[in-house]
């Protein structure tokens, strides 16, 4: 009987360990999450793109998609287009 009282008081102990050890392990990644966004190589080509000094804009990057979504507009069967199923890709 007093074995069986002290192994599931140590049960107890184990599983409150784990999940304070869990707990503890999602709080450090919460805290090393934006140091790790940095070093995506999608953020990297984003910033170099958007931010560069050598002509490159948002204007220039998007000029392909507003080119396309002129053309949907008017050679498109079914008019009018519906914005917000285009968007959706519907």
């Known amino acids: 009987m007093q ?3 002290y192994r ?3 049960f107890v102990a184990i599983v409150l360990i ?3 050890g869990s707990f503890s392990g999602g709080v ?3 805290w090393q999450l934006p140091a790790l966004r ?3 190589p999608f953020n990297r080509l984003v910033q170099t793109d958007c931010n560069s000094n050598n ?3 948002v204007d220039t990057l998007f000029k392909p998609f507003w080119e396309t979504w002129q053309i949907v507009h008017d050679q498109y069967v079914d ?4 914005d917000v199923e285009l968007m959706r890709g519907y």
Do not use: D, R
């Open 8 to 10: 599931n008081i140590l």
């Open 28 to 30: 450090i990644v919460g």
């Open 18 to 20: 784990l999940v304070a």
């Open 79 to 82: 008019q009018p287009v519906n």
């Open 3 to 5: 074995s069986s009282k």
């Open 38 to 40: 940095m070093l995506s």
């Open 55 to 57: 002509g490159t804009n």
